[in-house]
């Protein structure tokens, strides 16, 4: 409709609510579209109660690993206050989620937080919407939103100096896809704590085509085979850790005492039921979920903000790496 009558978005949106800023003239051309396309607005009344607000939350986590602690968080937040939340889940699916937006936008939302699958960043959802937006977990491409995620190069940092504190000095480190922003980060994160160690990464760093399992488990043997004095490795995830623990283990080495192991994640179904259980960094999603949910009732509230916000994750220490050689 913005298209076909030559204006914005907001202003479809002002002129469908017969806003007063709205010239006639344009709110006469924007139902003539409206008409044209078959829209149908929602009728739907406003709340009697002004100081009660509608929030949606827009996620396309097709598994449910991050959206629903980070769903949680901002669910649990809101609710501290008089505010009713609408769930939507786009699987990924760039027309389910516009599909979603206009329901939204047609319920009459006072803002939406979008909640990304993975930590690569993402293009918005609309210029010029009539509502605050606030993208949590995966960030959007415009400075000139307020995106919030995990700070996964600190987190690397702290999981690296950890092994480093332990006397570990031949510290591997496997990883997920080359390219993508979480294994860049993190990457980043463990040679800036080796670098200041006066230590390097032990042998290559192996990227995978996935996050699995199974590629940690073919990760640990490469690294046995070229550096089998190794005493340390850091893994990108959880589930590689996973791996490298299964490959560690049936070539006889001991964890900890061999070989110290950290993930990344701190995925309880995972790193709780490792053998040894796994030590892991821990994005704290449910806090990253209520600070986006904060955020973004200040934002309907009229204190809007912009720019990237990297949040502080947290090393769980667990079997896998306390062991003090």
């Known amino acids: 409709m913005a298209r076909e009558a030559g204006v914005s978005v907001a202003t479809v949106s002002r002129a469908l609510n017969e806003r007063s800023d709205v010239a006639a003239q344009t709110r006469e051309r924007v139902r003539q579209v409206a008409t044209e396309l078959g829209f149908r607005s929602n009728r739907q009344p406003r709340r009697s109660d002004p100081t009660a607000l509608t929030v949606g939350i827009l ?3 097709t598994v449910g690993r991050v959206s629903m602690p980070v769903l949680l968080g901002a669910e649990n937040a809101l609710g501290a206050g008089r505010v009713a939340v609408l769930l939507c889940d786009a699987r990924g699916d760039a027309i389910r989620e516009a599909h979603y937006l206009r329901i939204l936008l047609e319920r009459r939302v006072d803002g939406i ?5 993975h930590p690569e960043p993402r293009t918005p959802l609309a210029e010029g919407l009539p509502v605050p937006v606030v993208y949590a977990y995966a960030p959007s ?5 307020l995106s919030l995620v995990a700070d996964n190069e600190t987190a690397a940092y702290e999981a690296t100096r950890h092994l480093v504190a332990l006397g570990r000095r031949r510290i ?11 294994a860049l980060e ?7 704590a080796l670098t200041e160690a006066g230590l390097d990464v032990h042998g290559d760093v192996l990227h995978g085509g996935d996050w699995s399992q199974r590629w940690g488990r073919q990760a640990a043997a490469m690294v046995l085979t070229g550096r089998p004095d190794v005493d340390a490795v850091f893994c990108g995830s959880d589930r590689i850790a996973a791996g490298v623990l299964d490959t560690l283990r049936e070539q006889g080495r001991r964890v ?4 110290s192991v950290v993930g990344f994640d701190n995925w309880d179904i995972v790193a709780a039921e490792t053998r040894p259980p796994l030590s892991s960094v821990d994005m704290q999603l449910e806090q990253l979920g209520a600070e986006a ?4 009732v200040r934002a309907i509230n009229g204190t809007s903000e912009r720019g990237l916000r990297r949040l502080p994750c947290r090393l769980v220490l667990r079997e896998s790496t306390t062991f003090a050689p």
């Open 141 to 145: 491409t415009s400075p000139e939103d």
């Open 186 to 192: 993190r990457e980043a994160g463990m040679r800036r």
């Open 59 to 61: 996620t396309s986590d």
């Open 113 to 117: 937080v979008v909640v990304g699958e």
């Open 256 to 259: 900890p005492e061999d070989v």
């Open 293 to 296: 949910a904060r955020h973004l």
């Open 172 to 182: 591997a480190h496997v990883t997920g896809p080359h390219g993508r922003a979480a």
